[in-house]
């Protein structure tokens, strides 16, 4: 794989919040559902999701940057050690000849080089002793996309993804969940010899015809009828998990904003957001009583709305 950072485009020292906004940005340009006739695009979008899966790991980003993984999150060297110095013959630390049938290491305070191949070349005659085996590489992850509608990310209800294998899985969606938001499934990625990988799900949440998302509120513009907002009214308003009633005060304008508690998205931290919905006065076309009354209106009302504005 080649270098993750290159992948997101951004610096060996970025931040958290830069690798997390770069990725956002490639995986809107590269997503499937704008690119169905273009396999590449499809090929790019995996390729970030994996080096956003790296780079988002703290620990494996450390590793990376170490040298001691690779782009793929494998071993970089087969025996886990860094290029250190040469080997003297004889004396402490060094290669020593050893009783018939081959050579040992040891001796004096250095590292003992015997265990790095135990496991390659084993204990028998005419071999090298001491050495370990390298760990086998875990298989590939698997990059998965998940449409999650609207009233389902802001109520958590449980989605069910199928992997690549048909096998599906019940997902549990987090508090905080938006787009970009990314699941790990431990052991659902391609098989390896060292065990399998893991299935990265990242979700995204699908807008909705009337509802939208401000941090972890949900937004609602309401059309109220002139007499509901002049008079007052109690109103059916829908919400992400069903309709309520909501009482609009008498003499409200347009653009007024009613608070709903508890109706919008799940926080991380706890508790929940709001719906706030924002009343829109929809005033009735040719009515010759209102255009009278509002005549009337007119000729006795001294205020200016448009004051404040200096015009």
Known sequence: MADPYATLGVARGASEADIKKAYRKL????????????PAAAERFSQTTAAYDLLSDADKRARYDRGEIDGDGNPTSPFGYGAGGGARPGGGGG?????????EFGGGDGADFGDIFEGLFGRGGGGFRGARQAPLPRGANIGYRLAVPFEAAAALSPQRVTLGDGSTVDLKLPAGVETGTQMRLAGKGQPGPGGAGDAIVTIEVEPHRFFRQSGDDVLLDLPVALHEAVLGARVRVPTVEGAVMLSIPPGSSS?????LKDRGFHKKGGGRGAQLVTLMIEI?????ELVVAAEALRD????????????
């Open 95 to 103: 290669f020593a000849r050893g009783g018939p049938g081959g050579f």
């Open 284 to 288: 009735p076309a040719n009515d010759p």
């Open 255 to 259: 653009g007024r904003v009613l608070r």
């Open 27 to 38: 995986a809107k340009e590269l997503h499937p559902d704008r690119n169905k006739d273009n």
């Open 300 to 311: 006795r009302d001294r205020s200016d709305p448009r004051a404040a504005l200096g015009v």
